[in-house]
């Protein structure tokens, strides 16, 4: 025999015959706009699967009796951007970076496919806001090793540094005056403060005075007399207040020691030469380019 039901006696309608703490709960039907509205996604996602790529199967997925893809698709707008850009692309490729950087219009346009071109490539090393970090060279300062010049930029991303696969990278490794035994350790101590008074900050001025003889017979051939660098030979500045490594007493000391040799891959045959120079153009564009 079946059960009767159970109605409330308030509102006259069946409940679920759920009850928590003597409160019952109504069975009411859905909102008829809300059941249309279901059938409707229903009704919809069928078409959908019929229409459009969707089930996944073991080596690809169903492709809809369209036949549309969101890479041919893609691909068509890419190949239409290149269309309406053939012209400024074919001036980037025959022109030097400097004359690129000097139109405006090729500029504009080489910044902005710089900048996306770096967001994909560069920003794991050197920060998405380019500032770099220990290791990393900031690309927003007026401190560049190799010259930061247009041309020079272009350089030195085009073939990189310190990297094997490019007969052309840039190319200068410090000796490892510790470990190698050039030096002595309270030699390295001396020239450590003499290098930190090249740049303003403190240091005892007796082993600074030592370290100035040390200085001059061993590291003023590449760095320079005054600490001013020379970049034909990828020496740094070291009367600056930039520091690749640090500028502590510990980290000079441990750069000099076992000198750090940071390595940047050549872009020249990954990216093409157009995409370099519109890197050159856009790190160039960043502030402190020169």
């Not at 350089?155 to 490892?176: C, F, N, Q």
């Not at 470990?179 to 900050?201: K, N, P």
């Not at 750090?260 to 990216?271: A, N, Y």
């Amino acid at each position: 025999m079946a059960e009767d039901k159970d109605i409330d006696a308030v509102t006259g309608v069946e409940t679920t015959g759920h009850s928590w703490d003597g409160i019952k709960e109504l069975n009411n039907p859905m909102p008829r706009w809300w059941l249309w509205t279901f059938y409707a996604t229903i009704a919809f996602s069928l078409v959908y699967t019929v229409l459009y790529p969707a089930w996944p199967l073991v080596n690809s997925a169903t492709q809809g009796v369209l036949g549309w893809s969101s890479r041919a698709d893609l691909r068509e707008e890419m190949t239409l951007a290149d269309a309406l850009n053939v012209d400024r692309i074919t001036a980037i490729q025959t022109s030097a970076v400097s004359k690129v950087a000097a139109d405006p219009d090729l500029r504009q346009f080489a910044i902005a496919a710089g900048r996306a071109a770096f967001k994909v490539n560069c920003v794991q090393c050197h920060g998405s806001g380019a500032q770099g970090g220990p290791g990393y060279p900031n690309l927003n300062d007026d401190a560049w090793i190799w010259g930061g010049s247009p041309e020079e930029i272009y350089t030195t991303i085009l073939h990189g540094v310190r990297y094997g696969d490019d007969d052309e990278t840039r190319v200068s490794e410090m000796p490892a005056f510790g470990r190698d035994g050039i030096l002595e350790r309270d030699q390295i101590a001396a020239v450590t403060a003499y290098i930190r008074t090249l740049s303003g900050q403190e240091a005892d001025a007796g082993a600074a005075e030592r370290g100035a003889t040390v200085y001059a017979d061993n590291c003023a051939a590449c760095h320079g007399e005054t600490g001013e660098g020379v970049r034909e030979l990828g020496a740094p500045r070291l009367d600056d207040a930039l520091w690749l490594y640090g500028g502590s007493e510990s980290a000079i000391m441990a750069q000099i020691s076992v000198p750090q040799h940071g390595v940047m891959p050549g872009w020249g045959s990954r990216l093409g030469e157009v995409t370099v120079k519109q890197l050159a153009v856009y790190v160039h564009s960043l502030g402190g380019g020169e």
